[in-house]
């Protein structure tokens, strides 16, 4: 038996990250979230090149795509490869047949010129027709002029930011300090130290995995009033096992509660990308429905059409030929960790 849904929308990724798989072990063991951004991501996104960024993209969205996700929302950072990145990221989703809708995360952490270049990457992509937000790393790394450069800028495009906003006791200022600069169209990820009343406006994009990787804590999204949307932070393409685990997580503090709040979360995607509602994903099991799919692992998609194109038959991507994709994003992940 086989039922059919819309593609699904994973609303939080960083495709950079998909060849942090094995990287060598940090100088020292982190010990809390600011020691895990400082020795592994803060090192790992200062190593990428251009050919890295491409065959990333490329493995985290066969992964998606394997997994029934067919739009990616994509924070992306790379320093020393600012300029084309979101190109590269585009492109090679696009080669796929999966959707995107990426950014460049500005940040001040290597100086006003770095947040300049960020900004100007943002704004060529998406004057270009790129598909994209426009992105700030988070309030806690950035200047107050950079934060209000980030909003206008997006002001004047007519588009949103995505930023990363408490997701660590490093950034509890966050909410003062974009006070009056967000909009509803802005996507909010993490808010695990985010107060309940507080008054940022946008979606929040709730990645459960990531959060207890990090020891973060849980952000129990249910309290705001905001949307809600989840992701994964960069740990796969897997909007289901995202589904499961935020279903677990509210049970761990409300018992009460059964799994349509957070398949609510999961169908919130498909405000992000509207597009995505109208792919066609033929799943491995019937009924697709959240009491099933909660208590049910294994459920893998068939066939996937995007824009009426196959992208994946009989369980293989048609695009591409994934078993390349792989050994090429090998390649690239071996010369990312000689670079750390």
């Not at 950014?103 to 960020?118: E, L, N, V």
Request: glycine share 10%.
């Amino acid at each position: 038996m086989t039922a059919v849904t819309p593609g699904l929308v994973c609303s939080h990724h960083h495709l950079y990250s998909s060849l942090a798989r094995g990287m060598p072990a940090p100088p020292k063991v982190a010990t809390n979230f600011q020691e895990i951004l400082d020795q592994v991501w803060w090192r790992l996104d200062t190593a990428l090149d251009l050919e890295m960024i491409r065959w990333s993209a490329m493995l985290g969205a066969v992964e998606a795509l394997e997994n029934g996700t067919t739009a990616i929302v994509d924070h992306h950072e790379s320093p020393n490869a600012i300029e084309g990145s979101l190109d590269v990221i585009a492109e090679a989703c696009a080669e796929v047949g999966v959707r995107v809708l990426t950014t460049y995360g500005i940040t001040d952490r290597h100086g006003a010129d770095g947040a300049k270049r960020g900004l100007e990457e943002n704004a060529r992509f998406i004057r270009g027709g790129g598909p994209g937000l426009v992105g700030v790393h988070a309030a806690f790394t950035c200047t107050d002029e950079s934060l209000e450069a980030a909003a206008g800028l997006a002001e004047d495009l007519g588009v949103g930011v995505h930023i990363h906003v408490c997701e660590g006791i490093g950034d509890t200022e966050a909410p003062k300090r974009l006070e009056g600069l967000t909009r509803d169209n802005w996507l909010l990820s993490h808010c695990v130290h985010l107060p309940t009343d507080h008054t940022l406006k946008g979606t929040i994009l709730h990645n459960p995995m990531s959060n207890l990787n990090n020891g973060v804590g849980y952000a129990d999204p249910a309290r705001f009033s905001n949307p809600v949307a989840l992701g994964t932070d960069g740990i796969g393409g897997n909007v289901l096992e995202s589904f499961r685990l935020a279903y677990v997580m509210q049970r761990s503090v409300d018992v009460s509660v059964g799994p349509d709040p957070a398949w609510k979360w999961l169908e919130t995607g498909w405000d992000i990308v509207p597009e995505a509602r109208n792919d066609e994903v033929t799943w491995s099991y019937d009924p697709m429905d959240p009491w099933h799919i909660a208590f049910t692992p294994g459920i893998r998609p068939l066939d996937i059409k995007v824009d009426g194109e196959t992208v994946l038959a009989e369980g293989k991507t048609t695009k591409v030929d994934a078993a390349e994709v792989r050994a090429k994003a090998a390649e690239q992940a071996t010369r990312l960790h000689a670079r750390l």
